[in-house]
């Protein structure tokens, strides 16, 4: 049984993953959706009920009978190296990809349809709180005088993006940053925009959870800093221990949203509260791992390496 | 209680329901996502564990708590009358509206993840079958050969798009097309090609369900014509009784993929057979209603009208 890496081809993180599975003797294929079609090669036969497909990727030919598992780990974009891209070719293939991969039996690391639904940033702030996790208050919104009478009435607030940063090139970064007192609301009437209560705090809290298992990690705020995940702290990402509340509030979290992995960011306060501020579905592991030592590509490993269920 | 109705300006459709909900004084309210942010707004604050958003549209103000259901219709592209339209305005202004959305007790016809989900084409094609649909034989193929061997195998095939047409101006239509004896298939190398046998056709019938009301219409098929859709017969749309065995498929269907409209296509062959040709999740029904008096448009309102269910 096959373990299906989707992911692009600079991938220092996936590369960690597949050491592990090699040490174990896993046969696994990687496959960017961004060479389907060209490099890689797709084929679904519907015959008298029978369902058959096989993928071509990596010098390599699998049936989608033998897949077992399917990380989603960082596709391109369906046919986004062909000759002659476009919106539509990328619509055709994605559908003939997605809709082949999502027919089988494979358990997904995540599966796309819980992936999309776990991006929704309203959807996250709504979840978090029914799972036990502390919440900073909240708004988004398009009316000026909304974001004007939240920002009086929290004195400090943070001001970030929805979806991320925009895609292209160059890259862009949109870390979170402090609304200045006096700020002029009037462009919130032109895109929806969130605002959240400042917390001031000691630490990030970085809890990467694979199928269960958690790993945290802490690393010390410098002074005055909004958005740990940019720049340097001075400080080092530390192993944390995970408290009782919120292991139980990231169990309850990641199965209402149906998750296999997770990696949910906190500040840490004054009073040791960990507040919730985002889970991404698709979070990046590697730095934590390389500075904590904590064994997280190895649990992916284990994760993906796992037989599946019976048939769908 | 108010309906939440996503779609364009412009939707003849929309205006039948419209007015049977109206017939129902059933409070609505119309929104073009693509208006969002500027004829309409929205503000979604979490505070204290409390979720609270409402909605500007249509000169209204709605609260989510008062959503009963919501109705994707034909919804524009979030955010695409913007004074200055981005892909990353769209996807910030898409994360705001349908995350807020996806949080609130409201039905969906149907909700966006299994509107995803359904619009795969292999996806449906394994799960029409399991639902005991007769599904002409597919292949889904990016291997020339591949091509080359299905089509020496049935003989007649014809050729379909996996995603519809190509979004864009000038709209294109793509009419499903029989492939000549002869054809170089070298093209498939390209681009993911969907082939089907070709169902010789006494009939086309479409069939809509509205949360589990089935409304069969029946068209005879002009001698020759392949894709029913387009072009005249010279027959009307006339309604058709249901089989038995087709209305238990039909209720598997939608229940597997978590439906409250359907709108399916078949091929009546000569022994009376109908064959799944496709099933679209958001298809249009005026054009039957219109034809053969089949209250649909009351059905899908009267779906929308029912109270929702307990907190979610």
Same mark, same amino acid.
């Given at each position: 049984?096959?373990?299906?890496?989707?992911?692009?081809?600079?991938?220092?993180?996936? &590369?960690?993953?597949?050491?592990?599975?090699?040490? /174990?003797?896993?046969?696994?294929? /990687?496959? &960017?959706?961004?060479?389907?079609?060209?490099?890689? %090669?797709?084929?679904?036969?519907?015959? #008298?009920?029978?369902?058959?497909?096989?993928?071509?990727?990596?010098?390599?030919?699998?049936?989608?009978?033998?897949?077992?598992?399917?990380?989603?780990?960082?596709?391109?974009?369906?046919?986004?190296?062909?000759?002659?891209? #476009?919106?539509?070719?990328?619509?055709?293939?994605?559908?003939?990809?997605?809709?082949?991969?999502?027919?089988?039996?494979?358990?997904?690391?995540?599966?796309?349809?819980?992936?999309?639904?776990?991006?929704?940033?309203?959807?996250?702030?709504?979840?978090?709180?029914?799972?036990?996790?502390?919440?900073?208050?909240?708004?988004?919104?398009?009316?000026?005088?909304?974001?004007?009478?939240?920002?009086?009435?929290?004195?400090?607030?943070?001001?970030? #993006?929805? #979806?991320?940063?925009?895609?292209?090139?160059?890259?862009?970064?949109?870390?979170?940053?402090?609304?200045?007192?006096?700020? &002029?609301?009037?462009?919130?009437?032109?895109?929806?925009?969130?605002?959240?209560?400042?917390?001031?705090?000691?630490?990030?809290? /970085?809890?990467?959870?694979?199928?269960?298992?958690?790993?945290?990690?802490?690393?010390?705020?410098?002074?005055?800093?909004?958005?740990?995940?940019? %720049?340097?702290? %001075?400080?080092?990402?530390?192993?944390?221990?995970?408290?009782?509340?919120?292991?139980?509030?990231?169990?309850?979290?990641?199965?209402?949203?149906?998750?296999?992995?997770?990696?949910?960011?906190?500040?840490?306060?004054?009073?040791?509260?960990?507040?919730?501020?985002?889970?991404?579905?698709?979070?990046?592991?590697?730095?934590?791992?390389?500075?904590?030592?904590?064994?997280?590509?190895?649990?992916?490993?284990?994760?993906?390496?796992?037989?599946?269920?019976?048939?769908?």
């Amino acid at each position: 049984m096959t373990v299906l890496i989707l992911t692009c081809h600079q991938d220092v993180t996936t &590369d960690m993953v597949v050491a592990k599975l090699h040490e /174990r003797g896993v046969p696994l294929v /990687r496959l &960017d959706p961004a060479d389907l079609p060209g490099e890689a %090669g797709l084929s679904a036969e519907y015959v #008298s009920g029978d369902f058959h497909c096989y993928l071509s990727a990596d010098g390599r030919m699998v049936s989608s009978k033998s897949l077992r598992s399917i990380w989603v780990r960082r596709p391109g974009e369906p046919a986004a190296h062909a000759p002659e891209p #476009s919106r539509w070719l990328s619509a055709e293939t994605g559908q003939a990809l997605y809709g082949a991969l999502c027919s089988t039996t494979a358990r997904w690391m995540n599966h796309p349809r819980q992936a999309d639904q776990a991006r929704l940033k309203p959807w996250q702030l709504r979840f978090a709180h029914r799972s036990g996790f502390a919440v900073p208050p909240t708004v988004i919104t398009t009316f000026p005088r909304v974001a004007e009478q939240f920002a009086g009435q929290y004195g400090k607030v943070v001001v970030k #993006s929805l #979806s991320g940063p925009p895609r292209g090139e160059p890259a862009i970064a949109l870390p979170t940053a402090l609304v200045e007192p006096g700020t &002029d609301f009037a462009g919130v009437g032109g895109g929806p925009t969130l605002l959240q209560r400042y917390v001031p705090k000691r630490a990030d809290i /970085r809890l990467t959870c694979v199928g269960g298992r958690m790993f945290a990690a802490r690393k010390v705020s410098a002074s005055g800093q909004v958005d740990g995940r940019y %720049g340097d702290t %001075g400080h080092a990402w530390e192993p944390a221990v995970v408290p009782d509340r919120i292991a139980r509030a990231v169990h309850d979290y990641t199965g209402l949203a149906g998750l296999a992995y997770a990696a949910f960011d906190f500040a840490e306060d004054a009073e040791d509260v960990w507040w919730f501020l985002e889970c991404n579905q698709g979070g990046q592991f590697g730095f934590v791992e390389l500075e904590t030592g904590q064994p997280i590509a190895e649990a992916v490993a284990s994760w993906l390496a796992q037989e599946p269920r019976g048939p769908a």
